[in-house]
């Protein structure tokens, strides 16, 4: 019998846990062991920061669905891994036992590389957060207390230096403004701005992915953003952040302080505390190298999926940042490590299986929206293609839905939906792409 552990039940983890239960025999154990009792739709998170959606409305309890499924699950926090016993110690002081341990926690918020940012750095006006659930409800509560005042001061949504997921920063600059609008506040905000570590708008960690920088500039320019990019913030005080300009060389051309009544800024990423900490599991950031089968080169009972996996930035950039990992791709990650995981339960060699990385994304942006297909992720592209249009608002909405009701479910990939993508031709796995298309 073997036990298969998975750690993390985000994006990543509750589908694999449902995946490897369906492929595994009813003789073996799946445990998932996550932080939280619940599940978090993190995609949603920016209308939460908004209040276009209230917590209970993307946020579910887990264990009802898993133990319908035959899962264990444990709501603790991992506070150590030991690769060597094959433990992992949790907080309330008991630890697990694992044959095969899949690795999916997504990632650490890294506020601590900017002195004074983030939601709990103490300041009456910090630097928000989406990222989390808690910390969306924080950044609404911050963002009705700035439309409370009588004489606003400016708006800065963005994202720090050494950011990878660029996507939700404009999603939800977007619906901020839509939001305003709503509600007729447009033009008590005086000024609006975007700062950013990227190059220039709708780089996205990605090198650009279509006509994302015409779309994306044309669309901030029209609702009146200020736009900064190439912008290394390095410390936030109170209603105060500290930015230096660089060039495309990478020198400092300017430094500047810019005042705001609310800001959200999207940290950088790191590899959370228990898992960074593993010997030689990890890259210096704490995230884990795998190779091209999930799996890590050091411990080969250990398998890893998700935002906590290192991958190379797509290009060098003058403020550094990094390439986003996103669901699609989070989805590929974890079909082709489950089936190499029984592959080698069953006695045979655990290196069939390839993801496909594709990175797919729809951003909502109030009764518009913008998706981007780049396929695959690095350069050079089979498809390289950003559009807009209130279809992608609509999808969105649509999208959510679905993949709640497939984790209540307790199913990853419905037969139609491998249909659908198929017949755009996309797919979780290289072994299902044509012969052409596979390396
Ligand atoms: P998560 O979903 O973050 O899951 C990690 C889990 O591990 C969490 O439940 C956490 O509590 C748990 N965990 C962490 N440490 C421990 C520990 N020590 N012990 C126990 N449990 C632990 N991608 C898209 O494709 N489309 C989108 O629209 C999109 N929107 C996004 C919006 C936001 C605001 C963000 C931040 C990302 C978005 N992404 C989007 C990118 C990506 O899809 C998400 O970040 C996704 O949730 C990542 O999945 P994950 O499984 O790697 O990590
Ligand atoms: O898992 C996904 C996810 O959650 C993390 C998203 O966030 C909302 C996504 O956007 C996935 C898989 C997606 C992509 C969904 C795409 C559905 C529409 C397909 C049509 C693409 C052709 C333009």
Redesign the pocket.
């Given at each position: 019998m073997a036990h298969v552990v998975i750690?993390?039940?985000?994006?990543?983890?509750?589908p694999a846990a449902y995946e490897m239960r369906d492929l595994l025999g009813p003789k073996h154990e799946v445990t998932l062991?996550?932080?939280?009792p619940y599940?978090?739709f993190?995609?949603?998170?920016?209308w939460v920061g908004v209040g276009w959606r209230q917590r209970e409305q993307i946020v579910f309890d887990i264990e009802p669905h898993t133990s319908r499924k035959r899962i264990n699950f444990i709501a603790?926090?991992?506070?150590r891994i030991d690769p060597e016993r094959n433990t992992i110690d949790?907080?309330n002081g008991s630890s697990v036992h694992y044959d095969y341990l899949i690795i999916?926690?997504?990632?650490?918020l890294a506020f601590d590389a900017v002195p004074g940012s983030g939601p709990h750095a103490g300041h009456q006006k910090s630097t928000h957060s989406?990222?989390?659930v808690d910390h969306?409800e924080k950044a609404y509560q911050a963002y009705m207390n700035l439309l409370d005042s009588n004489n606003p001061d400016p708006i800065i949504i963005g994202a720090m230096p050494g950011a990878s997921?660029f996507?939700?920063a404009y999603?939800?600059a977007m619906i901020v403004l839509s939001d305003l609008e709503k509600r007729g506040a447009r033009n008590k905000i005086k000024e609006f701005h975007f700062i950013t570590s990227e190059p220039y708008v709708g780089h996205l960690g990605l090198g650009g992915v279509g006509d994302s920088q015409e779309i994306l500039t044309r669309g901030l320019g029209e609702m009146g953003v200020q736009v900064h990019t190439n912008m290394n913030t390095t410390k936030v005080d109170d209603g105060k952040m500290f930015c230096e300009h660089l060039n495309e060389k990478g020198e400092k051309i300017g430094v500047g302080t810019h005042d705001f009544g609310f800001s959200m800024m999207?940290p950088a990423f790191k590899g959370?505390?228990?898992?960074a900490k593993v010997p030689e599991l990890c890259n210096p950031k704490g995230f884990v190298i795998v190779d091209e089968h999930q799996r890590s080169p050091k411990y080969p009972n250990i398998y890893s999926?998700?935002?906590?996996i290192a991958i190379p930035p797509v290009e060098q950039t003058p403020v550094p940042t990094g390439a986003?990992?996103?669901?699609?791709?989070?989805e590929s990650m974890v079909t082709a490590l489950v089936h190499n995981i029984q592959a080698e339960i069953h006695g045979k060699a655990p290196t069939a299986e390839m993801g496909t990385w594709n990175?797919?994304?729809?951003?909502?942006m109030g009764t518009s929206g913008a998706a981007f297909v780049a396929l695959p992720q690095f350069k050079p592209r089979r498809v390289d293609w950003f559009g807009e249009g209130p279809w992608v608002h609509w999808s969105?909405i649509a999208f959510e839905k679905y993949f709640l009701a497939k984790m209540k479910a307790g199913v990853s990939e419905p037969f139609y939906e491998k249909l659908v993508f198929q017949m755009l031709g996309i797919s979780r796995l290289k072994s299902d792409e044509p012969a052409h298309l596979r390396k």
């Open positions: 750690l993390g039940a985000g994006t990543g983890g509750m062991i996550s932080e939280n599940f978090q993190v995609p949603s998170n920016p603790q926090r991992a506070d949790l907080a999916t926690t997504g990632p650490a989406i990222c989390t969306a997921c996507g939700p999603e939800y999207l959370v505390d228990a898992v999926a998700g935002v906590c986003p990992k996103t669901g699609y791709m989070i990175a797919i994304c729809l951003a909502d969105k």
